[in-house]
């Protein structure tokens, strides 16, 4: 299946680690570009082009408080994505909480 | 530090490869042992619900392994491949699920020593084609495989 250009596809979008660690944080709380800096340490004209993406294919919202601008994910539109993904990361998260399990308890036996 | 350990996938578009990353708080030495004592291994590699048959299982360089996951009705999914190398900093293998003959993945999987004992797993999973990879996230494993932490809890009462 083709997939259209990243700016046009949310799939595309999140396929790009450091966009998903923007969606992250705005996951928790709504953040301005500054805030974004502050919490993940990167340059602001970094910040602004991996939010201008995930602003172009609607997973970001943006509104003016004052004369700032907010940032929040969308989250109608990341839910199709998370649920593309998220079978297969649960079978590995069963499979590796299984495997803490086993090392806890050769831990004990070392 | 983290209060759990997180599971990170990477899967982009159009690409026939995964990236699976996650750490563990234990040194290498015993998560390598975890992956080639049979004992280990059969406790967590199954599914929930489903029991594991280890047929063959030679976790050496050249060697190679068949395992069998039933479920209750009594259908069987077999699985197998061979160990291509096998250390405790690189484990390579390929991957045949029988049911989907003829389609093989290699997987790569570094271990690598953190601080505080803990280990960082990388698997490097690489399909034969984009849909092969796409199909084996989008339908194969999540078929009955979500019961939660079901079975976590029965081998915490076990161990007590």
């Known amino acids: 299946m083709a997939r259209t250009p990243t700016t046009h596809d949310p799939f595309n979008a999140v396929a790009e680690p450091k966009r998903r660690?923007?969606?992250?944080?705005?996951?928790?709380?709504?953040?301005?570009?500054?805030?974004?800096?502050?919490?993940?340490?990167?340059?602001?004209?970094?910040?602004?082009?991996?939010?201008?993406?995930?602003?172009?294919?609607?997973?970001?919202?943006?509104?003016?408080?004052?004369?700032?601008?907010?940032?929040?994910?969308?989250a109608e539109k990341l839910k199709p994505i998370f649920d593309w993904v998220t079978p297969f990361e649960q079978f590995w998260n069963e499979r590796f909480d299984r495997l803490d399990n086993v090392l806890r308890q050769i831990k004990k036996e070392n | 530090m983290s209060a759990k350990n997180k599971t990170n996938i990477t899967a982009e578009p159009n690409k026939q490869e995964i990236?699976?990353?996650?750490?563990?708080?234990?040194?290498?030495?015993?998560?390598?042992?975890?992956?080639?004592?049979?004992?280990?291994?059969?406790?967590?590699v199954g599914p929930h619900?489903?029991?594991?048959?280890?047929?063959?299982?030679?976790?050496?360089?050249?060697?190679k392994y068949r395992y069998v996951h039933k479920n209750k009705e009594g259908s069987e999914f077999g699985f197998h491949g061979t160990f291509h190398t096998m250390t405790e900093e690189l484990m390579i293998q390929t991957f045949e699920f029988e049911g989907y003959a003829g389609h093989v993945s290699m997987d790569f999987m570094t271990l690598e020593e953190l601080p505080n004992n803990r280990t960082k797993a990388t698997i490097h999973s690489i399909f034969q084609s984009v849909a092969d990879r796409d199909g084996i996230i989008q339908a194969g494993m999540e078929k009955g495989l979500s019961e939660g932490y079901e079975r976590l809890d029965e081998i915490l009462a076990k161990m007590k």
């Not at chain 1, 970001?60 to 004052?66: K, Y």
């Not at chain 2, 996650?22 to 059969?42: G, Q, T």
């Not at chain 2, 619900?49 to 060697?63: K, T």
């Open chain 2, 49 to 63: 619900g489903y029991e594991m048959i280890l047929e063959s299982f030679e976790p050496v360089s050249g060697g």
């Open chain 1, 21 to 74: 660690q923007v969606l992250e944080a705005l996951g928790v709380q709504e953040l301005s570009v500054n805030e974004i800096v502050e919490l993940l340490g990167w340059t602001q004209p970094m910040v602004s082009k991996h939010l201008g993406v995930l602003k172009q294919v609607g997973l970001v919202e943006e509104r003016r408080v004052g004369r700032q601008r907010m940032y929040r994910v969308n």
């Open chain 2, 19 to 44: 990236f699976i990353t996650r750490e563990f708080d234990a040194p290498r030495e015993l998560v390598y042992k975890a992956h080639i004592d049979p004992k280990l291994f059969v406790q967590w």
